[in-house]
């Protein structure tokens, strides 16, 4: 069975400050692929990013990075320069490559940024 | 943005009655899901859809039926609801249906279900 683990329950920093959302996931899948969703306070899921297990090239994208490691079983999130505007909760998602498509989902982590 | 709308937005009902949830899309795509979100639970899988009438369950499926008689729309039925299924339902979509690739699914906006 998959397995998605998002320790960090909760995390608050202050503008301007980078941070770490930490995943690491299970599977006994030889390929697979790794997502990371938005949720902000409205509601909705905001897609960020995929990423296959045969590509473990880092990847930035503005502030956002994604740091996916193999070794380690982790496909950690980091916000450069945190805003406001991030503040929302972050969901891992695993999925396997059955060709369904469906998703193993971290709890979340909340991040709070203040001003 | 996909093209996804879930019908009604939010709902409160009694224990006992039979609720149906409606997602619907208009981008064509062949794989629709449904999920609950839950405090402390993230997202968990409830059933989906690989096709007009193909359907199967998933991690959380006791106590909910799904139907597709047509592609653009994916029902989810609680048959008896009961309190234990107060929750945030999404609907998501993948954007093709390969069974080699796994591709991207992407949420409706959510339904915020009450059963009293």
């Known amino acids: 069975a998959q397995k998605v683990t998002q320790a960090q329950t909760e995390i608050s920093v202050v503008e301007k400050e980078d941070v770490t959302l930490d995943c690491v996931y299970e599977?006994?899948?030889?390929?697979?692929?790794l997502f990371w969703y938005k949720q902000p306070p409205s509601g909705e899921l905001v897609f960020l990013i995929r990423r296959n297990s045969f590509d473990e090239q880092n990847e930035i994208s503005g502030r956002y990075s994604w740091n996916f490691q193999k070794s380690t079983s982790s496909f950690n999130f980091t916000i450069t320069a945190s805003q406001v505007v991030d503040s929302a909760v972050y969901f891992c998602?695993?999925?396997?490559?059955?060709?369904?498509?469906?998703?193993?989902f971290g709890k979340g982590t909340m991040l709070l940024v203040s001003p | 943005d996909a093209g996804i709308t879930q019908s009604p937005r939010h709902k409160v009902t009694e224990t006992g009655t039979p609720v149906t949830l409606r997602c619907h899309q208009t981008?064509?795509?062949?794989?629709m899901y449904w999920y609950r979100q839950d405090p402390g639970h993230g997202l968990r899988l409830i059933h989906y859809?690989?096709?007009?009438?193909?359907?199967d369950k998933g991690e959380v499926s006791d106590g909910y039926s799904v139907s597709r008689s047509k592609t653009e729309d994916f029902l989810l039925t609680l048959e008896s609801a009961t309190s234990s299924q107060t929750s945030v339902y999404f609907c998501?979509?993948?954007?093709?249906?390969?069974?080699?690739?796994?591709?991207?699914?992407?949420f409706g906006p959510g339904t915020r279900l009450t059963v009293l």
């Open positions: 998501a979509i993948s954007e093709r249906g390969s069974r080699t690739i796994t591709d991207t699914q992407y």
């Open positions: 599977t006994r899948d030889t390929t697979y692929y």
């Open positions: 981008e064509n795509h062949r794989y």
């Open positions: 998602a695993l999925s396997d490559d059955s060709g369904y498509s469906t998703l193993t």
């Open positions: 859809s690989y096709g007009v009438k193909d359907t």
